[in-house]
């Protein structure tokens, strides 16, 4: 018979603790600890991707003075608002477990099994590439996936009820933007449970199950809940601290460094791109890059490995560096391209022939 799936049901936690348990999960299955399916719910919380940078992303004001918390996932992606709302899950899993290591084809799959568990609750669910979950075209779930060594995390969420004004204000969207127009076409842009059902909307025991059962078919796994190990749990109680702390949430924060400073924002087929380029005019050299944005990466410490590659650089060399880079690493950053990097931070760096850069430390 085979090993048994665990079942975790962790409950309504702070961001810090859940981006904490992530972690945990991730390392134990690195090291041989059951595939596991976790079902997490947080308190008002902003979630910025590990390569973005909280500043650029979230109003900040806002959300302290509304007591929502700030942090940062282990995962890519775009900034999130999160709260008892959503329903998320995870699974933690040998990288064998999907016959591929495509991660559109695996978005597809893991995909393919929310829709059927949502679906056997008579939601109307199918599968929008490249990783997103809708009822007639308003999306109800969004998903994404990072592999890390022999482990594989993929989550996602399903939307119970949401706020998308609140949403809206979490994120870093100019003020004059967001009209009541704006409001209202992200509206049309999202559903919920509770819009589907109203008054009958199916409860979160009653989701996770039906989750459950199209896991456990669609993967061929048993579950049984389970709970953390004594390592585990160990390692909870001091990544929970770490993750709590500035030092974490605000490490990929971009300074205002050097010469002349610019930057560019394009939104390619493989996610929302930003670049920072701080520049030697006089010298003709790159100082320093800083690249986020909400795309998917791995392995995740590519981008700084690719900014410490265009560091203190000719202009001329960048081309051939950032080529260099690329053709020299196995790394998958679905549909981006090294050719998209390339161009938001050649834009960035044309930006600075304009007097719409800016100067600092002359």
């Known amino acids: 018979m085979s090993r048994p799936w665990r079942l975790l049901d962790t409950g309504v936690r702070p961001a810090s603790e859940n981006m904490a348990l992530d972690r945990v999960l991730l390392e134990s299955c690195q090291v041989g600890a059951p595939n596991t399916l976790r079902f997490l719910r947080f308190e008002p919380s ?21 007591g929502i918390a700030i942090s940062r996932r282990i995962t890519g992606g775009g900034a999130l608002y999160c709260d008892q709302g959503q329903i998320g899950w995870e699974l933690f899993v040998d990288r ?21 568990g949502l679906q056997s609750l008579g939601v109307q669910a199918a599968f929008r590439p490249r990783n997103d979950i809708e009822v007639h075209g308003r999306k109800i779930g969004g998903t994404g996936g990072a592999f890390d060594g022999e482990a594989l995390l993929y989550q996602g969420t399903v939307l119970i009820d949401f706020d998308v004004e609140r949403m809206l204000r979490v ?38 199950a039906a989750l459950v059962e199209s896991f456990a078919e669609g993967l061929g796994a048993r579950f049984e809940v389970g709970d953390l190990s004594a390592a585990e749990r160990g390692l ?52 320093q890059v800083f690249i986020t944005g909400d795309f998917f990466i791995d392995p995740r410490r590519a981008i700084v490995d690719l900014e410490a590659a265009l560091r203190d650089l000719a202009l001329e060399r960048i081309d051939e560096t950032v080529e ?36 600092v430390g002359v």
């Open 46 to 66: 902003a979630l910025i991707g590990f390569h973005q940078s909280a500043s650029q992303e979230l109003d900040l004001d806002f959300c302290r003075s509304e």
């Open 96 to 116: 064998r477990t999907f016959a591929t290591v495509d991660m559109m084809e695996i978005a597809r799959e893991a995909c393919g099994m929310a829709v059927r």
């Open 171 to 208: 994120l870093r969207i100019p003020r004059e933007k967001l009209s009541d127009k704006a409001i209202a076409s992200a509206r049309e842009r999202i559903t919920t449970l509770r819009a589907l059902f109203a008054d009958d909307t199916p409860t979160v025991p009653a989701v996770q």
């Open 236 to 287: 909870y109680e001091a990544y929970k601290v770490e993750m709590a702390s500035d030092d974490w949430v605000f490490e990929t924060d971009r300074p205002r460094i050097e010469v002349a400073t610019a930057s560019a924002l394009r939104k390619t087929p493989g996610g929302l791109v930003r670049v920072m380029a701080t520049v030697d005019t006089m010298r003709g050299r790159l100082k």
């Open 324 to 359: 260099g880079f690329f053709a020299n690493r196995k790394v998958d950053m679905l549909l981006l391209t090294p050719d998209d990097l390339l161009g938001v931070l050649h834009e960035a760096i044309r930006a600075l022939e304009s007097e719409n850069h800016e100067r």
